[in-house]
């Protein structure tokens, strides 16, 4: 039981991410063909103005589609506008975050003003500037680095039954999700603002973005499927 809660955590944390990207997209009218929760073929769908919002097979998390044609289409958005929908998937993860330590807060303590108007943002804070300061370190070796096998493979301990324990699975995902997502490493969220704020300061630096975002679907695929082979070995 605790495998599958993981996986659908996991899978409904992507899907806020993407959920932000969607709502920051129509706050700075930049058209979404299709707003997917899960990967892989359709199984119902409708659709809302020009959205085409679907529930796919696949419940590891979803996706969003800008209705673009071509990179021309893109770069015709303005740079403003591309970071607020870069950054939307980022917030939507933080602010998820406060409602999860909120909850948490009313289940441990009961309620109180301080615990849902206070207490959640001081321990975001607490929260993501500990998880910032080990950065370097959880880059340091490929040993602190793990794959979702390794994540679903210790689901009794990350969950263990209790909601609780849940709670603060989530809000661990959340924050690395928002952080790893803001590194300047394309084609993160991160990386892509980068790449508009060069773009600001050079016209030119346009000819880096698809270089640049292949390179880094490269390395980012090839980091996953080294950690999904080793953690596989391990259980193996």
Known sequence: MDYLIVVLTIGFLITIHEFGHLIAAKSVGVGIKIFSVGFGPKLLSFKKNETEYRLSLIPLGGYVLPEIENENELFAIPIKNRIIFALGGPAANIFSCLLFFMIGNLLVSGFSLSGILINPFIQLYQSLSGFIIKLPQIFSSSENLSSLVDVIGKSDLIIGGSFLKALS??????????????????????????????????????KLHIPVT???????????????????ARYL
């Open 169 to 206: 699975f989530a809000v661990m995902l959340n924050i690395n999700l928002a952080v790893f997502n803001l590194l300047p490493i394309p084609p993160l969220d991160g990386g892509k603002i980068v790449l508009y704020l060069l773009e600001k300061l050079h016209p030119k630096a346009l």
């Open 214 to 232: 292949v390179v880094g679907w490269v390395f980012m695929i090839g980091t996953m499927l080294f950690l999904t082979f080793r953690d596989v």
